[in-house]
């Protein structure tokens, strides 16, 4: 699960109570249940906080305004690794361990496509910079490799890095190599 940021709270789950959402207060060194269902990831934008659901095989993307506090499922997909690109999200949609998209909708969940689905894909990093998405696979048992996708010409390229995890900062790409199996 991935830890957030928001007004100066730290957002997480809590697996010692079914993976449901907290946040800590940094100032005020308190800590809130924030919702009762079991929590994978939680992201902020735009006034809006999106969050994964799960009931064992069973996911949801929803999406509560910050001000209402009003949540509405936007996907009744698993939806993982999510980049928010102006009025786009990146995500990974996950069917099963080797059956994995990278897709993108609108912030409301309208206009779902499939932007990549070549390979069997089991992702451990997905990032983007620029007009590119970088993203580490696991095509076959202790095989892991990064790719970088160019969204204006729809063209993957392997990078011939064996990488469990990658990230970008500024074009300079960080990546933790594995040994050679």
């Known amino acids: 699960a991935k830890l957030a940021e928001y007004n100066g709270e730290i957002y997480y789950t809590n697996s010692l109570d079914d993976g449901c959402l907290y946040k800590y207060n940094l100032t005020t060194k308190s800590r809130y249940k924030v919702l009762a269902d079991s929590i994978s990831n939680v992201y902020f934008y735009k006034g809006y906080m999106y969050y994964s659901t799960y009931i064992l095989t069973n996911y949801a993307l ?55 689905d070549d390979k069997n894909l089991w992702v451990a990093s997905f990032e983007k910079s620029d007009n590119f998405l970088y993203f580490t696979i696991n095509p076959a048992m202790g095989k892991k490799y990064a790719y970088r ?16 995890v990658m990230t970008q900062n500024d074009g300079v790409l960080y990546y933790g190599s594995i040994a050679d199996d």
């Open 62 to 116: 929803w999406r509560m305004d910050l001000q209402t506090n009003e949540a509405t499922k936007i996907s009744k997909s698993r939806c993982d690794n999510l980049i928010f690109d102006n009025d786009k999200i990146y995500y990974i949609k996950v069917g099963s361990a080797y059956n994995n998209n990278i897709m993108k909708m609108d912030l409301d969940g309208g206009n779902v496509e499939t932007v990549y």
């Open 149 to 164: 996708y160019d969204l204006s010409t729809n063209q993957v390229e392997n990078l011939n890095l064996r990488a469990k």
